[in-house]
């Protein structure tokens, strides 16, 4: 059934439904990593924005990390570079980063953030660099096949130290944090930090009720295919030692793990591909992913 379809009786009793979530979340912060097809795709782009707008308007404290690695492909493209992942990570080199910040700090941030004040909002675009709120240092990665050795890929950050104090003021003033994935190091040189780390951890440090990871998958599935959710850390470590976890959803569920046993009472991996799914997750009995529970 479609929005138009819905009788004046079956609205009331939408909005009836989602009360017991709204006075539940009320004041409490969601931290949202944006990405996969919600971001290309007109339609699943606006329905995101309204999503992130109501949040904001019953008393939630919605805050927003994109990625943009689509939009870094095609540009890397355009001058000639192929893109390089090791383990899920992106290989930065100083062309690439130049790159990486240009498509996410300017291009992405901004288009996302015109979006949600298209809809009402009053969005703000960041990146870590602004305050220096997010502090990174090299990310050497270790190598699978020799634990002994590192890889190093780049400027690709870890990240070192948030500072919440920058996103809690924004907060306070009815505005909509938007953060592009970019660290700062020490002499100021600029780190490419994945956004799934970024959002796992700014929901560490903002003691988030929830972390929301948007993908163009139902979720975590096991080795037949089926939707696993009420998932423990335990239960997901296991996934991740029988290989049913592996490549790009890596860095996502890792961020998801720690976020949990930090404190994140509750981690979404949904499907961005469905209409509304951050409503659907947050104010309906209908999740549309998997739920990991912190304990």
Known sequence: MTEAQLSPADEAG?????????????????????????????????????DVVLLK?????????????????????RVGKQGQFIQGMRVTDAETMAVVEMVLGGQVNKEIVALINQH????????????????A?????????????????????????????????????????????????????????????????LAEILKAEKLVLLTNTPG???????????????????????GTLSGGMLPKIGSALDAARSGVKNVHIIDGRVEHALLLEILTDHGVGTMIKSK
Do not use: W
């Open 120 to 135: 009402g909002g009053k969005a703000v675009g960041l990146t870590g660099k602004d305050g220096s709120f997010i502090r």
């Open 57 to 77: 308007l019953v008393g939630m404290n919605p805050v927003v990390v994109h990625g943009g690695g689509p939009q870094i492909d095609d540009l890397l493209k």
């Open 220 to 242: 975590v599935l096991d080795k037949n295919g089926k939707l696993l959710t009420g998932l423990t850390p335990k239960q997901i470590d296991d996934l991740v030692a029988d």
């Open 137 to 201: 240092r090299k990310l050497l990665m270790p190598d699978k096949d020799n634990p002994a050795n590192s890889i190093d890929i780049g400027q690709v950050g870890d990240i070192t130290a948030i500072d919440p104090s920058l996103i809690s003021f924004l907060d306070s003033g009815d505005f909509i944090p938007v953060i592009a994935p970019i660290g700062v190091g020490s002499e100021g040189e600029s780190y490419n930090i994945n956004a799934d780390v970024v959002a796992g951890k």
């Open 14 to 50: 939408v909005l009836a439904a989602a009360l017991p979530y709204i006075r539940r979340f009320q004041d409490k912060t969601i931290v949202v990593k944006y990405g996969g097809n919600a971001m290309t795709d007109e339609t699943l782009k606006h329905c995101f924005a309204r």
